[in-house]
């Protein structure tokens, strides 16, 4: 174990830091100490939350991304500023881009996931394993011809991890890009089957998208599937739990090849 004080950031070009954490162990106290690095449109877009979860949840991610942001910029986490693309995607305003610090992240049921990276677009999804009723409605609406073709011929117990591989290589493809919505999820294909290794398999009309991107499974937690994009090959990968307390303190871990209502994490 070390503190993140004395680890090496921001990380080096060929790097990617991936951040996990458990957003219900917060204490109320460590709630209330993260909604004070909020700005005021993030604690109103957490008070817009109807349950106490959900607002307890939101405040936790935002006020989280802070401070590990913070720890990278070397500033406090309250002066941090974020600007917005055209599809919602986060990012450092210009004054905090001379670091050319770039991030992403994702939460699903409690449990979130940032990564990080210089000068490296990257996105990052998380979905909980679960059942699907509506699996095949989905891919028939928004998976290629390849993918659904795939997913059928799989026996029908590794449909699910299946349909979640997919979903999320797709949605962090289409975060690192930025632009999701100008490009339909069924003009691209991604590897989806378990056990095979996270990959861009081909994008209509650019064959070039497949070697300027790569893909890779994380296998973080048990119960969950998740997915990482980055722009380039090559980059080395780390995974580091943030754990609550008055030091933060952080293990590294293998992020793994492969594990067995969908949350919007621009």
Not at 48 to 70: E, K, P
């Amino acid at each position: 174990m070390w503190d993140i004080e004395t680890a090496q950031l921001p990380p080096e070009n060929n790097e990617i830091h991936v951040w996990y954490s458990s957003m219900d162990l917060f204490l109320p106290s460590s709630v209330t100490r993260l909604a004070s690095l909020l700005s005021t449109d993030e604690n109103e877009r957490a008070a817009r939350f109807r349950f106490a979860r959900d607002q307890r949840r939101c405040i936790v991610g935002r006020g989280l991304l802070r401070t590990i942001l913070s720890r990278y910029l070397d500033i406090h986490p309250e002066r941090l500023r974020f600007s917005y693309g055209a599809h919602g995607k986060p990012e450092l305003t210009a004054a905090f881009r001379k670091q050319r610090l770039q991030f992403n992240l994702s939460h699903s049921q409690g449990n979130i996931l940032i990564a990080i990276a210089t000068e490296r677009a990257l996105g990052i999804d998380v979905e909980i394993v679960r059942a699907v009723p509506d699996a095949e409605q989905i891919a028939d609406r928004f998976f290629s011809a390849r993918e659904r073709a795939l997913l059928r011929a799989l026996p029908e117990k590794h449909r699910t991890l299946a349909f979640l591989n997919c979903w999320t290589r797709k949605e962090a493809y289409l975060k690192a890009l930025g632009n999701g919505l100008e490009r339909p999820l069924d003009r691209f294909a991604v590897s989806l089957a378990p056990g095979e290794p996270a990959r861009l398999i081909h994008v209509d009309g650019d064959t070039g998208e497949t070697k300027r991107w790569s893909l890779r499974a994380l296998a973080i937690w048990p119960h969950a599937v998740a997915a990482l994009a980055a722009e380039g090959q090559g980059w080395q990968l780390t995974c580091r739990h943030w754990a609550e307390g008055p030091f933060a303190v952080a293990t590294g871990c293998d992020c793994g090849p492969e594990i067995p209502n969908r949350e919007s994490n621009a």
